[in-house]
C-alpha cells in the first residue's frame, strides 16, 4: 500500500525565515503534486514535479523531487504570513498514471508577523 | 476553460438521512472524475474514481455510493448516513494523465455534517 508522510505536521515560523517541508512516499513514482489549501476552502494546484532531479519554484516557493530517495521538499524562503496555509503532497497511487492521487497529511504552516 | 462545480457548499444532515452531492464539469469531455472526502483536521481519502459513463471505482469500503450518469457529471450518494461520514467532501477532474501537464483540479468543497 502506497504511504505518503509529511514532516513537520505543524509549522509555526516568524516572517522572513525559511523552512523546508518534506514529503516521503513509499513506493516508487516519477509523479508528485503539491497543492495548498486554506481554510474551509478548495485545493490549489501549486507544483507537478515530473521526473527525478525535478527543481520548480514560484515566488518563496520552491519544490524539489529526488526520486530515488523517494522524498520530495517544498522549501519556503522568507515567509510573509499570506503563506500560512495547509500544504499537501500527494503521489499517484495507481499503476498505470490513473490520476488517483494518495495524499500525504498535510503540513499546516502559520507565519506570524 | 474548463470549469467544475460542486454543489451544495455546505449540508447539514440527521444520522440515517440519504445523501446527494453532486459534481459537474464544463469545457472537457471525458475526463477522469475523483471523490475525496476531508475529515476535520485530516488529509484526503479518496473515496471514489471514472474513467468513464457508468465506470465506478470504490477506493474504500464504507457507507457511500457514487454514480455517473452523464460523461461531465458524477454524484455521491448515500441510503442512510452515519456520523462518520461527516467531512469535507470535495470533486476533483483531471485528463491526460501520462502527459506532461496532468494535474487534479479540485471543485469548491461540500461541507457535510451529520448530526
Known amino acids: 500500500e502506497l504511504k505518503v508522510e509529511q514532516n513537520p505536521l505543524f509549522l509555526s515560523m516568524q516572517e522572513g525565515k525559511n523552512y523546508t517541508i518534506y514529503c516521503n512516499y513509499s513506493?516508487?513514482?516519477?509523479?508528485l503534486y503539491w497543492y495548498r489549501q486554506d481554510p474551509g476552502k478548495s485545493l490549489e494546484s501549486l507544483f507537478v514535479?515530473?521526473?527525478?532531479?525535478a527543481v520548480k519554484q514560484e515566488g518563496r516557493l520552491m519544490a524539489s523531487l529526488d526520486t530515488k530517495a523517494r522524498l520530495s521538499t517544498l522549501h519556503i524562503t522568507a515567509a510573509v504570513h499570506d503563506l500560512s496555509a495547509t500544504y499537501f503532497c500527494?503521489?499517484?497511487?495507481?499503476?498505470?498514471?490513473?490520476?488517483?492521487?494518495?495524499f500525504g497529511q498535510g503540513t499546516t504552516l502559520q507565519v506570524k508577523p | 476553460s474548463q470549469t467544475i462545480h460542486q454543489w451544495p457548499a455546505t449540508l447539514v444532515q440527521p444520522v440515517g438521512s440519504p445523501l446527494s452531492l453532486e459534481c459537474t464539469v464544463e469545457g472537457t469531455s471525458n475526463p477522469n472524475l475523483y471523490w475525496y472526502r476531508q475529515a476535520a483536521g485530516r488529509g484526503l481519502q479518496l473515496l471514489f474514481y471514472?474513467?468513464?459513463?457508468?465506470?465506478i471505482s470504490s477506493e474504500v469500503p464504507q457507507n457511500l455510493s457514487a454514480s455517473r450518469p452523464q460523461d461531465r457529471q458524477f454524484i455521491l450518494s448515500s441510503k442512510k448516513l452515519l456520523l462518520s461520514d461527516s467531512g469535507f467532501y470535495l470533486c476533483?477532474?483531471?485528463?491526460?494523465?501520462?502527459?506532461?501537464?496532468?494535474?487534479?483540479?479540485f471543485g469548491s468543497g461540500t461541507q457535510l455534517s451529520v448530526l
Open positions: 476533483a477532474w483531471g485528463q491526460g494523465w501520462g502527459a506532461t501537464n496532468e494535474k487534479l483540479f
Open positions: 514535479l515530473l521526473s527525478n532531479g
Open positions: 500527494a503521489v499517484d497511487g495507481g499503476s498505470s498514471n490513473t490520476g488517483k492521487l494518495i
Open positions: 513506493t516508487t513514482s516519477d509523479r
Open positions: 471514472s474513467v468513464g459513463i457508468g465506470q
